[in-house]
């Protein structure tokens, strides 16, 4: 058994949620004339790649040294979505039905491409990934639910609608063209599509029964999608930690691993730390953003 990296790069520049505190490292120590280097290192928890814990937004809920390995690694799927999103875009249940096939206590990972925005690739744009990813919907929420995932995780800014976070009022610019958008292609306004029984659902409405997600999830994601393997996340051992910094991997087994390693050293796109991407993908987002603004 092999792992394949889904996590993100970790630096000074890697960008946490928006007003959360980003990474800060300083030395406290040097070989010369202390022996060893040394850091200190202050952050917030939403930052990098990440799990958010059930008391995030759920006071009697698990913190994150309460999670199992059980829990934390086993089956799922990696499905795509970059085919069928852009900008702004609601996706659905049956989008992710219609390419995967879902089991009980499957951990779910979802490729929207907008990992193709984060700030180590070519195409890197933080607005566009903290603020203009696709994301779900009440029927989602339900659903996910309903199906029994363990767990999900999603590679981008959040897996809730940008939209039906705060950042809709931090961004108001960008909340004015998601208006538009979400009238021209789903009938109502931002706050008639995402009104306050809504409000970030993913967090609100899922951690007080046990479906917690990772964001930011990335790296070598786009060797794997649209099949099962096995996933897991490693966060801290962290008591009364409300969430984690930690790392992602999916598994498989040696004889794929070694053409999947292939495949990634013949390819011409590699982001500056080495990760492989395929560039089709953000060819599908540019082409359904445009529809998305036609006539706007």
């Not at 491409?113 to 009440?138: C, S």
């Not at 931002?190 to 930011?216: S, W």
């Not at 962290?238 to 390819?267: H, N, P, T, W």
């Amino acid at each position: 058994m092999k792992f394949i990296d889904l996590t993100i790069p970790l630096g000074i520049a890697t960008p946490p949620w928006p007003t959360y505190e980003p990474l800060q490292v300083k030395y406290f120590k040097r070989l010369a004339p202390n022996g060893a280097n040394g850091m200190v290192v202050t952050h917030s928890n939403h930052l990098g790649t990440h799990l958010d814990g059930e008391i995030h937004f759920y006071t009697p809920g698990k913190d994150i040294a309460s999670l199992s390995m059980d829990f934390l690694v086993h089956e799922g799927v990696i499905v795509d979505l970059s085919d069928a999103c852009g900008d702004y875009d609601i996706y659905t249940s049956k989008m992710i039905e219609d390419r995967v096939e879902i089991k009980k206590d499957d951990i779910l990972l979802i490729h929207t491409g907008y990992h193709h925005f984060g700030w180590d690739m070519p195409t890197a744009d933080e607005v566009r990934y903290m603020i203009k990813h696709p994301g779900p919907d009440r029927e989602y929420v339900e659903w996910a639910e309903k199906k029994g995932i363990s767990w999900i995780g999603v590679d981008c800014g959040s897996a809730d609608h940008p939209m039906n976070t705060i950042c809709r009022n931090w961004m108001p610019r960008e909340a004015k063209v998601a208006d538009k958008v979400f009238k021209k292609k789903y009938g109502g306004s931002l706050e008639e599509v995402f009104d306050d029984t809504k409000y970030q659902q993913m967090h609100i409405d899922l951690f007080p029964k046990g479906i917690i997600h990772a964001e930011c999830i990335g790296g070598d994601i786009d060797l794997l999608l649209n099949r099962r393997v096995t996933i897991g996340f490693f966060p801290w051992r962290f008591v009364d930690g409300e969430s984690s910094i930690g790392r992602c991997v999916a598994m498989v087994e040696d004889d794929e691993y070694q053409d999947l390693m292939k495949k990634k050293a013949e390819a011409k796109t590699h982001t500056k730390f080495g990760d492989y991407y395929d560039p089709k993908h953000v060819e599908n987002i540019q082409k359904n953003t445009a529809a998305n603004l036609a006539g706007l």
